[in-house]
């Protein structure tokens, strides 16, 4: 076998592709990982090339040395991480892995693996992000490591740097319709297969599963997308749009969590009025199980299911972009009749919020009747010069006293966990709510947008005849942040607007229309793109007039489409015809095509004279044409006489033979 | 002229010319199958499923689905890189025993565009196709749109006789290596393996042959005799050229003459030799020789026998002799 010496220049693009494939795991990996694989890549392409050559002719030390190397990546990786399973971890030995193949490569196979690996790091990529922006940088990453292996192919350097791109380039053009069926027709399955690691999804923001003073207004910080919507009829006002997330029971005077004695009561009965409202919710990946839906659900999607507060929530955690069908009511009545948990409803831990029970009291003496107290509570909380802010003062002490009495300045976190307090003092069963309030029309494609920091919290109590009710403390204080949204309520500093877009109102509005369009082909993408699951691909196939339902019935459309599109792409390939570069012969090509069509074909042995000869016999009205056009071509051809391009261009333009000889 | 073989396609002329002269060419299937590394690719491919699959991921299967639509694309233009060529076989130059034939391969490529990394390799059946093969030696061909280019083949050649073109593999794996496409081509010129020069280095004795009297027969190069006809094997610088240029034909000047040497060799002067092939080595050595020292010299072995005369085509007539021993 002839050894296919592996040359620097066969492993520049590889090593190029490998390392840009890792270079956005290089931040997420610990530091010596990226560059150990760095410095193994330059090694590659640095040392003599004869150097792996000589590697094979002391293998047992090699192997050996390799083996040592090998175990110290490993326990390195161990000694990161402190387990070698899990997403992250398979990750780093991937990066490290394909660093020592390159390293090593001096073969026809290490090349092959190499680029394999590279391939794999392209895919792992995907599973930390999925946007436009990634999907684009890896196309070209795709490219550089297909025109490395066309350049490995290329045994007689008939490529150029620039061509060997252009082929990669075209190759990955005509692969791109095979795609798309495959994309669409490919029969889609629920994931997953078999357990995923559980670092698979990395936390991220949004809303948990115990509040505080200061975790909601902090989520207001983030632009960042919670959920899209889109309704099937028209959006409904903004203040009615209560997204419903985890319930808090318990409180330990300063942190709200769902409590651990929960009872396993059934969901409590729920009673509609009014219009139902139908809605896609579309969820960025939260790695919870919360489904946020308008208060209150009627319909939930399949694999959801409620908790006995009315928390809807998903079986799986939402690690990928989802889209879940849903229906909702904005009048509803819940447990009117039923009394369970209300004793939950009321606990407040012994010895706290003095001021708070005392001023509980005074309104309970005062007023007696729940409806009353309520209506006492919320004017008085109207009548204190309470404040609005992301940024309040610090609470030292009882957070919930020093609240109501003292500092007066609050997010709705705040008002939220001091009004139940004060609910619960006052002896109304009351939890708090957690969830999203309203959101941002997006005119362009007409959704709706909710981001983090639209995230809210308000207050339900138990109300006889009433059931559970909502009071949004937060509306009393600043009734503009639920009327008109987060966006209104707050100063400009918190929203994303560049600096000193806000003073001119054209510029703003481009801004926005830009940031809104933005965001509509983000929405796209994650509809149609990431969120083509079964369901959407059932839906789509629909539209397409394909009423397959089945894996089987959607495998041989794949395949019948398969070859025709395989056989169409073919076609093209094998038409191109190699092109004739020199103007005198493409013209005189066509002269000798308007000959054959009179029935007089130029053999392949002849000579244009020849022909000439042999064609102004057979048609002597042509002669003076034919030999006019003859002379020229000749003349340019083999006289090298360039001049006359143009003449013999317009000579046989004007050449139009008639069929039979006149 | 052996056949030519157009591989799958039927030349077609863009200009619309009815043609060139096919009659000659006759079309060969190409064959594809995936390459070792495609199947590893068609693998890792299935793995890539598997997890776009279980974290149904939407750019995971976009990707795994790219490299698919890749590896398709990849092997049409694997079978294109072949479409079109156009292979017809020369007579190789003959060698000696022990040298290696050469056997010319032509490729034309008028009908295709650029054909990339070409390989030519002898055919290996299929009983050895497991087998390490380190001895095959593999071409490697680069032809440009409407070129034409002639490879060389070789042939280590092992003994004296006449060695039949390989049955070759025409390949490319061009361009991404995931698939191979191939053809088969038998060149039809055979290679003429003269016996390996060796022996004794002395010549046999002179022979001077005094039978004067039959003066057509014997040349010599003292007196200018006349005029005679060509004769295929005769020496070039003794054709009147000037005669030639008057369109007489061409003529060969004759010389008499007693003192032209002349050296027979025959079977006698070998006969200390029993080995038949060695024997035509030292034959062969000896011809050589003569030809070099500028001697009249004559080959009589059984079946053969050439009258005394030297030069190139004289050489070349009594090793083919030699060759042809036996056959």
Redesign the interface.
């Known amino acids: 076998m002839i050894r296919q010496e592996l040359t620097i220049n066969k492993v520049i693009w590889l090593s190029i592709g490998v390392a840009l494939a890792s270079f956005p795991h290089w931040q997420r990996l610990p530091i010596w990982i990226p560059v150990s694989h760095i410095i193994l890549l330059a090694a590659r392409l640095y040392i003599p090339y004869q150097l792996p050559a000589l590697w094979s002719q002391r293998k047992g030390t090699i192997n050996i040395i390799r083996l040592v190397l090998m175990f110290a990546g490993v326990a390195g990786v161990y000694g990161s991480y402190g387990t070698l399973t899990g997403r992250d971890v398979g990750i780093a030995l991937l990066v490290l892995l394909a660093g020592f193949k390159i390293f090593e490569s001096n073969s026809k196979r290490d090349f092959y693996i190499s680029t394999y690996l590279g391939y794999f790091l392209i895919i792992t990529n995907f599973f930390y992000t999925q946007t436009i922006p990634t999907a684009t940088y890896m196309m070209f990453v795709i490219i550089i490591m297909t025109a490395g292996l066309i350049d490995f192919n290329d045994t007689e350097h008939q490529l150029t740097l620039l061509k060997r791109f252009k082929l990669s380039t075209t190759l990955l053009i005509q692969a791109v319709p095979i795609l798309l069926v495959l994309f669409i027709l490919f029969p889609r399955v629920n994931g997953p297969l078999w357990g995923m690691p559980k670092d698979a999804f990395t936390t991220t923001t949004g809303i948990t599963d115990e509040m505080s003073p200061g975790t909601i207004s902090q989520l207001v910080q983030s632009n960042e997308v919670a959920f899209r919507v889109s309704f099937e009829n028209e959006i409904p006002r903004l203040s009615k749009l209560y997204w419903r997330g985890p319930v808090f029971w318990h409180t330990d005077g300063r942190k709200w969590t769902s409590g651990s004695n929960k009872s396993d009561h059934p969901p409590s009965l729920i009673e509609f009025t009014g219009e139902e409202i139908h809605y896609d919710v579309t969820m960025e990946p939260s790695n919870k199980k919360w489904l946020f839906g308008l208060e209150m659900v009627s319909k939930r999607p399949d694999k959801t299911y409620f908790t006995n507060d009315y928390q809807l929530k998903t079986r799986e955690s939402i690690v990928a972009r989802q889209v879940f069908k849903l229906s909702s009511y904005s009048s509803f009545s819940i447990n009117k009749d039923e009394f369970f948990d209300l004793g939950r409803g009321l606990e407040l831990p012994e010895s706290t919020h003095p001021k708070t029970r005392e001023l509980a009291s005074k309104l309970r003496d005062e007023f007696q009747e729940p409806t009353l107290i309520v209506q006492a509570a919320l004017e008085w909380l109207k009548k204190q010069a309470f404040v609005y802010t992301l940024t309040p003062a610090l609470t030292i002490g009882d957070s919930v006293d020093e609240f109501l009495f003292n500092t007066r300045q609050g997010f709705c976190e705040h008002y939220a966990s001091a009004f139940t307090v004060l609910m619960r003092a006052a002896g109304i069963p009351a939890r708090v709510v957690a969830g999203y309030q309203g959101g941002e029309v997006n005119p362009i494609g007409n959704y709706l947008i909710v981001r983090q920091h639209d995230a809210h919290a308000w207050t339900e109590i138990w109300l006889d005849d009433q059931g559970w009710v909502r009071i949004d403390p937060t509306s009393i204080i600043a009734p503009i942040r639920v009327n008109e949204g987060m966006n209104n309520a707050l100063p400009d500093a918190i929203i994303d607007i560049p600096l000193g877009l806000d003073k001119n109102a054209t510029a703003f509005r481009l801004w926005q229309r830009l940031r809104n369009t933005v965001d509509m082909v983000n929405y796209q993408w994650a509809q149609w793109v990431l969120g083509y699951g079964p369901e959407k691909q059932k839906l789509f196939l629909k539209y397409l007039g394909i009423y397959v339902i089945d894996w089987k019935g959607l495998t041989v459309y794949l395949f019948v489409l398969l070859g025709i599109i395989v056989a169409a792409i073919a076609v093209v390939i094998f038409k191109k015809t190699p092109k004739i570069t020199e103007p005198a012969r493409k013209y005189y090509d066509s002269f000798c095509k308007k000959m054959a069509k009179t029935g007089l074909a130029r053999k392949s042995y002849e000579g244009p004279i020849d022909f000439a000869q042999r064609a102004s016999t057979d048609r002597q009205d042509l002669e003076s044409e034919i030999k006019n056009i003859t002379n020229l071509y000749v003349q340019i051809r083999y006289c090298s006489d360039h001049n006359k391009l143009l003449q013999l261009k317009a000579a046989i333009k004007l050449f139009t033979p008639a069929k039979e000889k006149i | 002229m052996s056949t030519k073989v157009v591989l799958e396609k039927l030349p077609a002329?863009?200009?619309?010319?009815?043609?060139?002269?096919l009659e000659r060419i006759k079309r060969n299937r190409v064959y594809i199958f995936p390459t070792i590394?495609g199947l590893?690719?068609g693998l890792?491919l299935i793995v890539?499923l598997?997890?776009?699959?279980?974290?149904?991921?939407?750019?995971?299967?976009?990707?795994?689905?790219?490299?698919?639509?890749?590896g398709?694309?990849?092997m049409?233009?694997t079978y294109?890189n072949l479409?079109g060529l156009i292979i017809s076989s020369a007579r190789p130059k003959a060698v000696f025993a022990g040298q290696q034939a050469l056997f010319p391969i032509k490729l034309d490529n008028r009908l295709?565009?650029?054909k990339?990394?070409v390989q030519l390799q002898q055919w290996e059946s299929r009983k050895n196709f497991f087998k390490?093969?380190?001895d095959?030696?593999?071409v490697?061909?680069?032809i440009?749109?409407?070129q034409q280019t002639t490879s060389y083949y070789p042939i280590q050649t092992q003994r004296r006789g006449i060695l039949a073109g390989k049955r070759l593999k025409i390949s490319t794996?061009?361009?991404?290596?995931l698939f191979v496409a191939w053809s088969y081509f038998e060149p039809e010129a055979d290679c003429l393996v003269y016996p390996k020069p060796q022996g004794q280095k002395k010549l046999p004795s002179y022979t001077l042959k005094d039978d004067d009297m039959d003066f057509g027969s014997q040349t010599g190069t003292d007196d200018f005799a006349g005029f005679r006809k060509y004769k295929p094997g005769d020496p070039i610088h003794s054709i009147t050229w000037k005669a030639f240029a008057k369109e007489q034909g061409l003529l060969v000047k004759q010389f008499s003459g007693k003192g032209s040497k002349t050296l027979i060799l025959n079977w006698e002067s070998v006969s200390h030799i029993n080995d038949i092939e060695s024997r035509l080595s030292q034959l062969c050595y000896w011809v050589l020789l003569a030809e070099q020292a500028s001697l009249h010299y004559g080959l009589e072995i059984p079946n053969v026998s050439l009258e005394p005369g030297r030069g190139m085509n004289h050489k070349e007539l009594c090793l083919e002799a030699l060759t042809k021993y036996g056959n």
């Open positions: 002329d863009p200009a619309g010319r009815t043609g060139y002269q590394q590893i690719y890792m890539m598997l997890g776009a699959i279980n974290y149904n991921n939407s750019m995971a299967y976009m990707l795994c689905f790219l490299l698919t639509s890749l398709l694309v990849c049409l233009h294109k479409r295709g565009l650029e990339f990394s390490k093969r380190n095959v030696k593999k490697f061909i680069g440009g749109s409407g794996d061009f361009p991404l290596g």
